[in-house]
């Protein structure tokens, strides 16, 4: 089709809100994580995308994809927030 995967996938949701298409299109190369917070898990995630946005809608905290990558490869925390990639 000549485009990008970025590309593809935009194209595929603005199709699902047309409701033109059904279908659900995961991130490429993505890696499950898992969250926890004070040390206790809250609960695992596909992909980083998706960690951001549970995090933004119940805890309100704004967080870049990026920190929560350092953060898997490093074992740091954010906010009390620790993040570790799924084996």
């Known amino acids: 089709f000549g485009k990008s995967p970025t590309q593809m996938q935009s194209i595929i949701r603005h199709g699902?809100?047309?409701m033109l298409c059904f279908y659900e299109a995961k991130p490429f190369n993505s890696k499950s994580i898992i969250v926890m917070l004070n040390g206790k898990i809250i609960d695992s995630f596909p992909s980083i995308n998706k960690a951001r946005k549970y995090l933004y809608e119940i805890y309100n905290i704004e967080i870049s994809h990026q920190t929560i990558s350092r953060a898997c490869n490093?074992?740091?925390?954010y906010k009390g927030f620790t993040f570790k990639y799924a084996d």
């Open 74 to 77: 490093n074992e740091k925390s």
């Open 16 to 18: 699902q809100e047309a």
